[in-house]
């Protein structure tokens, strides 16, 4: 089945020490999203990658940075986790074509983090 | 204003009962709207999505749009226990690809 994949599900990190969350997709999805979930809030979208064109969101933290290799794969990278970036990290895929405004996202399992 | 506004809840409604969810949203272009299902500690699952003025019904799911009053809602029928989880509504905006979410409403469905 076609899909969303992330990994690790669940990571644990130390206050400073820098880690990389994985997704890969199977669903050739031209775009790629990251979102940070705290508990009983809404997703927020981090940054998402358009083909090969990186979008940031004006309040994303310098410290997240991503990078897509290839159309299947993309990460987030953490520079030196904070407390507060203890959250689900969720990444999601659509197809956009044309105008792009009737287009799902499916999102993968997701990736707690916890930083101790 | 936020963006997307729920209702709050949490909603507890009896099994065989009609859950109603409410989601206003405040961008007036907005073209696409979405609800997701959460189960806790688990990722959003789409459940439906809607795009032009009415109803839309997918097995015990009816989804309402009234983009004059800026309005979408769903409705489950004949709620079950396996219902229970958080629900969130999803719009797009700035008549982009980009949604934004509202904080979800929690569903209880007792037995």
């Known amino acids: 089945d ?6 690790p599900r669940y990571q644990v990190t130390q206050f400073g020490k820098p880690v990389t969350l994985s997704c890969s997709q199977t669903l050739n999805h031209n775009v790629m999203y990251w979102y940070q979930q705290k508990s009983s809030q809404a997703p927020k979208l981090l940054f998402h990658y358009y083909d090969k064109d990186f ?16 159309t299947s794969f993309c990460f987030l990278d953490i520079r030196s986790p ?18 792009g405004i009737y287009n799902e996202q499916f999102f993968g399992p997701g990736t707690r983090l916890t930083v101790l | 204003q936020k963006e997307v506004e729920q209702n709050s809840g949490p909603l507890s409604v009896p099994e ?25 500690g688990k990722s959003p699952e789409l459940i439906m999505s809607i795009y032009s003025n009415g109803d839309k019904e997918d097995g015990r799911f009816t ?10 809602s769903l409705l489950i029928r004949d709620s079950q226990p396996s219902d229970s989880a958080t629900y969130l509504c999803a719009v797009n905006v700035a008549n982009d690809y980009k949604l934004s979410f509202g904080a979800g409403t929690t569903v209880t469905v007792r037995a």
């Open chain 2, 16 to 40: 065989g009962a009609i859950a109603s969810l409410n989601c206003t949203y405040s961008d007036r272009v907005s073209q696409s709207f979405f609800w997701y299902r959460q189960y806790s």
């Open chain 1, 2 to 7: 076609a899909m969303v994949i992330q990994n």
């Open chain 1, 55 to 70: 979008n940031n969101e004006a309040d994303t933290p310098d410290n997240f940075q991503s990078r897509r290799p290839n």
């Open chain 1, 82 to 99: 904070g407390l507060g970036d203890a959250a689900m990290y969720l990444c999601a895929t659509s197809r956009v074509s044309g105008q």
């Open chain 2, 63 to 72: 989804a309402q749009l009234n983009k004059a009053s800026q309005y979408v």
